[in-house]
């Protein structure tokens, strides 16, 4: 994959792509969302960091991971913390039943954040209480500059439309697909602009992928931030990692093995002979509970180990250790 959206719009067009790329991407879009409410599966999760281009230049829907299958198309009612700062519809914010209504709302927020090169809501990286942006949501009409053609103002309004009954994509009555019928035939898709450089979509084609895509990605690009830069990550800014925190991480990611242990072990291969559960039908005697703790071998011909500490550290218990040629093989390292 080339990037997504969210990277494309902030990091190479952060004043917004021209129209004739947001009609492109919001048909597709389309298309994608047309598809999952066939299935009656509802996204729930319409954001440009989920949007992701391919090697040509076209979209993939990306991230089910809020989706939800909606038995008998009958509506649901939950509030989604992580979606509802981002794309969250008034219907979800007034914790009512909503259904596919909510995935035009997040279209519709997507399509304005492409042309305006913000959300229609909140502005990015705007500190913001979640209150307030629900408040917005409910109470505040999305403004429209100079950067939005009438066709594409006249779409965003509609898709942006609190009454989700009033909807654009909410308005026919039947299949769940049929909203994105209604969506194709919005003028956004149906009708040119000389001034955008927006043509009619032919969805024949388009739904064939035989439409060139308006931006082709070049293949020796990265279309990605740093992946160490930690702030693409978290919401918390300027952290830096001391030396304490390294310490901390190493026994976090190795449990309370040290790392010199570690390979220790690994070279000496004792785990070869520790993963061995029972002999001739018997258990080995460190899972004999009644075998005194110190020892190594069975009966009369049991040693002690002066090495038990370490393997009491590792599996945290008083056990008996049965090493064979493993215990000269320790004595030679010393």
Same mark, same amino acid.
Request: with cysteine; charged share 30%.
């Given at each position: 994959?080339?990037?997504?959206?969210?990277?494309?719009?902030?990091?190479?067009?952060?004043?917004?792509?021209?129209?004739? $790329?947001?009609?492109?991407?919001?048909?597709?879009?389309?298309?994608?969302?047309?598809?999952?409410?066939?299935?009656?599966?509802?996204?729930?999760?319409?954001?440009?960091?989920?949007?992701?281009?391919?090697?040509?230049?076209?979209?993939?829907?990306?991230?089910?991971?809020?989706?939800?299958?909606?038995?008998?198309?009958?509506?649901?009612?939950? $509030?989604?913390?992580?979606?509802?700062?981002?794309?969250?519809?008034?219907?979800?914010?007034?914790?009512?039943?909503?259904?596919?209504?909510?995935?035009?709302?997040?279209?519709? @927020?997507?399509?304005?954040?492409?042309?305006?090169?913000?959300? #229609?809501?909140?502005?990015?990286?705007?500190?913001?209480?979640?209150?307030?942006?629900?408040? $917005?949501?409910?109470?505040?009409?999305?403004?429209?500059?100079?950067?939005?053609?009438?066709?594409?103002?006249?779409? @965003?309004?509609?898709?942006?439309?609190?009454?989700?009954?009033?909807?654009?994509?909410?308005?026919?009555?039947?299949?769940?697909?049929?909203?994105?019928?209604?969506?194709?035939?919005?003028?956004?898709?149906?009708?040119?602009?000389?001034?955008?450089?927006?043509?009619?979509?032919?969805?024949?084609?388009?739904?064939?992928?035989?439409?060139? #895509? #308006?931006?082709?990605?070049?293949?020796?690009?990265?279309?990605?931030?740093?992946?160490?830069?930690?702030?693409?990550?978290?919401?918390?800014?300027?952290?830096?990692?001391?030396?304490?925190?390294?310490?901390?991480?190493?026994?976090?990611?190795?449990?309370?093995?040290?790392?010199?242990?570690?390979?220790?072990?690994?070279?000496?291969?004792?785990?070869?002979?520790?993963?061995?559960?029972?002999?001739?039908?018997?258990?080995?005697?460190?899972?004999?509970?009644?075998?005194?703790?110190? @020892?190594?071998?069975?009966?009369?011909?049991?040693?002690?180990?002066?090495?038990?500490?370490?393997?009491?550290?590792?599996?945290?218990?008083?056990?008996?250790?049965?090493?064979?040629?493993?215990?000269?093989?320790?004595?030679?390292?010393?």
């Amino acid at each position: 994959m080339e990037g997504d959206l969210k990277f494309h719009l902030y990091n190479l067009m952060p004043g917004g792509f021209e129209e004739k $790329r947001v009609q492109f991407y919001a048909a597709e879009i389309t298309l994608g969302l047309q598809h999952l409410h066939a299935e009656r599966i509802l996204y729930r999760d319409l954001k440009p960091e989920n949007i992701l281009l391919d090697d040509y230049g076209h979209v993939r829907i990306s991230d089910l991971g809020l989706a939800v299958e909606l038995k008998d198309n009958e509506p649901i009612r939950g $509030r989604v913390e992580d979606f509802m700062l981002k794309v969250s519809a008034p219907e979800i914010v007034k914790n009512e039943r909503y259904s596919y209504g909510v995935d035009w709302w997040g279209v519709g @927020c997507l399509i304005y954040e492409m042309i305006e090169g913000k959300a #229609p809501f909140r502005q990015r990286k705007e500190k913001v209480k979640r209150e307030e942006v629900e408040r $917005r949501v409910r109470e505040d009409q999305e403004k429209y500059s100079d950067k939005f053609s009438e066709a594409a103002r006249t779409l @965003c309004r509609g898709l942006l439309h609190k009454e989700p009954s009033f909807r654009l994509g909410c308005r026919r009555v039947g299949r769940p697909e049929d909203g994105a019928e209604e969506m194709k035939a919005h003028p956004f898709f149906t009708q040119g602009d000389p001034n955008t450089g927006r043509e009619p979509v032919p969805w024949k084609k388009m739904e064939a992928g035989k439409l060139t #895509p #308006p931006f082709c990605p070049d293949p020796r690009a990265v279309y990605a931030k740093d992946v160490l830069d930690i702030e693409q990550f978290s919401t918390v800014k300027g952290v830096r990692l001391d030396a304490a925190d390294n310490q901390f991480y190493s026994k976090f990611n190795t449990g309370r093995v040290s790392i010199p242990w570690q390979n220790e072990m690994i070279e000496t291969e004792c785990f070869q002979e520790l993963n061995v559960l029972e002999v001739n039908g018997m258990l080995v005697p460190d899972l004999r509970p009644e075998l005194p703790a110190n @020892c190594v071998g069975e009966g009369s011909g049991a040693v002690s180990n002066s090495k038990s500490g370490f393997f009491a550290r590792l599996f945290k218990r008083k056990a008996c250790i049965r090493i064979t040629n493993l215990f000269s093989r320790f004595k030679s390292l010393n």
